[in-house]
T-cell receptor, first 117, second 112 residues
Framework: NAGVMQNPRHLVRRRGQEARLRCSPM?????VYWYRQLPEEGLKFMVY????????ESGMPKERFSAEFPKEGPSILRIQQVVRGDSAAYFC???????????????FGEGSRLTVL | KQEVTQIPAALSVPEGENLVLNCSFT??????LQWFRQDPGKGLTSLLL?????REQTSGRLNASLDKSSGRSTLYIAASQPGDSATYLC???????????FGTGTQLKVEL
């Protein structure tokens, strides 16, 4: 059973370009979370999605950032018109459908490291 | 707003020493607490998960405790090895189980 898969692992963009980060959750997981780790800082929650629904986006910047988790395919974190301050590691996590006995444990991918020149 | 603090920020110990990493959180209404390990430039590896109703969990040389009422958790590492060198992150799950709040981590170095 493959773990959480993120791609690309490394992405370089120039200021003003768009960045798209993809996340495929573990098989059987229907909850996806995105976190951002800025240099020398801790991980910060960005958004929580279930299939076709955004459940909690309280950590998302108000502009330029969007996320989706379509019925088919991976979850996408999209950053428009990137700026140098967007340079960070973006981590995706997934968890099973919440039900009796579910521990609520999150499983993380290896991250996508965005560098904005 | 949940805040998670980890002490110390960095720790250097000789191989073989037992050590304790500390984590504290401000809101005791948590769903669970997880300890992770992060190697430089890598992702997060889950080490131990403690449900809010539990007091401790053990895995090999690792033991994690949880005192929810006082908002504290400790990660005990026995007989440390150079391979244990990494950043250790504590995170609590709150908000109805929607989001993890992370501490800033303890950077551990185990020297030969």
């Amino acid at each position: 059973n493959a773990g959480v898969m993120q791609n690309p692992r490394h992405l370089v963009r120039r200021r003003g370009q768009e960045a798209r980060l993809r996340c495929s959750p573990m098989k059987g997981h229907s909850h996806v979370y995105w976190y951002r780790q800025l240099p020398e800082e801790g991980l910060k929650f960005m958004v929580y999605l279930q299939k076709e629904n955004i459940i909690d986006e309280s950590g998302m910047p108000k502009e330029r950032f969007s996320a989706e988790f379509p019925k088919e395919g991976p979850s996408i974190l999209r950053i428009q018109q990137v700026v140098r301050g967007d340079s960070a590691a973006y981590f995706c996590a997934s968890s099973p459908r919440r039900q009796g006995g579910n521990t609520g444990e999150l499983f993380f991918g290896e991250g996508s490291r965005l560098t904005v020149l | 707003k949940q805040e998670v603090t980890q002490i110390p920020a960095a720790l250097s110990v000789p191989e073989g020493e037992n050590l304790v990493l500390n984590c504290s959180f401000t809101d005791s209404a948590i769903y669970n607490l997880q300890w992770f390990r992060q190697d430089p430039g890598k992702g997060l590896t889950s080490l131990l998960l403690i449900q809010s109703s539990q007091r401790e969990q053990t895995s090999g040389r690792l033991n994690a405790s949880l005192d929810k009422s006082s908002g504290r958790s400790t990660l005990y590492i026995a007989a440390s090895q150079p391979g244990d060198s990494a950043t250790y992150l504590c995170a609590v799950l709150t908000g109805g189980g929607n989001k993890l709040t992370f501490g800033t981590g303890t950077q551990l170095k185990v020297e030969l």
